[in-house]
């Protein structure tokens, strides 16, 4: 557990992070969010002591942080930071491999950890192990800074926007392998963004800063459904039912399909059954396509009544955001998505419908709240006001 009292932080008459207190419970992911220069930076570099709190305590699992040297404190901590911050001359193991040569580890025992990260970060270590930096895209660069940041294994890491420098569907893709890592490592993460839309989808907590003070701290549902201020309505943003789905999976709403593999007409035509569409799959259950089951009645062949995708396009996965299950469906102009595993064997499907669904409770629970209590009238400052609020 990570707690933070009364923290401040002055540079002569800047007051650049004032009298922050949170906590951050063990394996939870804490987002830091905010304005630009709202304190965000500052205050997680105070954590591994790359800069010293002018007052206040830190303390890492009840120890104060600065009982500890930097050096050692920062073994024990992961850092990423926005620039990833890799060694030019060094591989990407090499780069890798950085803290546990630090920390005095022989190569026998954090060989086989480089190379088992860099698979958990997507890297085949088969193929990226040897390359330089400079060969790398900034997104497998961004993967690389997580792998190293991992590889001793620290209980503690602290990031700093550190999916910020890539194009959104990279971004899209390292926020999920975060989840699905994340998930399995059970790291205390404090992650810096001012994407709210990634710290819906990431945090268990969310710290909204504003001018070197935390305005709220709290799950992301309640920064969504009982912001404390107007500035935390505001900067949460009014499309509050659309950003509740950034917090629910597909797997909480998908549904099984009919599914058939092998494209012979009477095959195809039984498995139609009642449905609509079936979907096609190989052998080995790999999505390939669907039939549209009325244009099979007319009499058309399968092979014309069907439609040829590539599911790492066209499909979702159980963990996918219903936010980007949404966004995949109005791009492709579809009513229902395929969901298939990581190796795009066919799982289910999750309809337009069922997100409507989800939206239309989330829609009645916020009618709910705001009967009586206009959003406009929510008082900007007074602490007091805000307690009656929440
Ligand atoms: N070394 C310094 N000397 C003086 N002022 C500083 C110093 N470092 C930071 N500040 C000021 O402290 C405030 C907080 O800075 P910080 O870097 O923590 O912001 P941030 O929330 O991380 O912003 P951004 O989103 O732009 O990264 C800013 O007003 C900044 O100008
Ligand atoms: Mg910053």
């Known amino acids: ?55 206040g305590s830190i303390e890492i699992d009840g120890q104060d942080v600065m009982s500890v040297r930097p ?31 630090l920390l ?22 088969a193929e990226y192990a040897d390359k330089y930096p400079r060969q790398l895209s900034g997104g497998q660069a961004q993967r690389v800074g997580v792998a190293r940041a991992l590889v001793a294994d620290p209980p503690l890491l602290l990031m700093d926007e550190p999916f910020g420098a890539v194009d959104p569907l990279t971004r899209e893709r390292l926020q999920a392998e975060f989840v699905r890592i994340q998930r399995e490592l059970k790291k205390t993460v404090i992650f810096v963004t001012h994407d709210v839309d990634e710290a819906i989808k990431l945090a268990d907590r969310i710290a909204l800063m504003r001018s070197g003070n935390l305005e709220q701290y709290d799950t992301p549902e309640t920064l969504l459904d009982h912001p404390a201020s107007k500035f935390v309505h505001d900067f949460m ?27 012979a007409r009477s095959v195809v035509a039984e498995a139609c059954g009642g449905s609509r569409f079936v979907y096609l799959t190989d052998e080995r259950g790999v999505l390939e396509g669907w039939v549209d089951c009325k244009v099979l009645d007319a009499g058309t062949p399968p092979e014309e009544a069907g439609t040829t995708v590539d599911w790492h ?24 998505v395929a969901v298939v595993d990581a190796d795009g064997r066919l ?17 009645t629970h916020i009618a709910n709240l705001e009967e009586g209590e206009v959003l406009g009238a929510i008082p900007e400052e007074s602490p007091a006001e805000r307690d009656e609020l929440t």
Request: glycine share 10%.
């Open 104 to 125: 005095g580890w022989e190569r026998r025992r954090y060989e086989p950890k480089v190379r088992e990260l860099l698979g958990i970060v997507g890297l085949p270590p």
């Open 237 to 263: 943003g009014s499309d509050r039912a659309l950003k509740r789905l950034g917090r629910a999976r597909v797997a909480n709403v998908m549904r099984t399909v009919e599914s058939t593999t092998g494209g």
């Open 1 to 55: 557990m990570i707690t933070l009292r009364d923290v401040t932080k002055r540079y002569g008459e800047v007051t650049a992070v004032d009298g922050v207190s949170f906590e951050v419970p063990s394996g939870e992911v804490c987002v830091l969010i905010g304005p630009s220069g709202c304190g965000k930076t500052t205050t997680l570099r105070m954590i591994n002591r790359l800069i010293e709190p002018t007052s």
């Open 71 to 101: 050096e050692e404190l920062r073994r024990h901590i992961g850092y990423v930071i926005q620039s990833v911050g890799l060694f030019p001359h060094l591989t990407v193991a090499e780069n890798v491999a950085t803290v546990p040569k």
């Open 347 to 363: 799982v289910g499907e999750v309809s337009l419908a069922a997100i409507e669904g989800t939206m239309a409770d989330a829609d």
């Open 313 to 336: 396009e066209a499909a979702v996965h159980p963990e996918t955001t219903l936010k980007d299950a949404l966004s995949r469906m109005l791009g492709f102009g579809f009513r229902n």
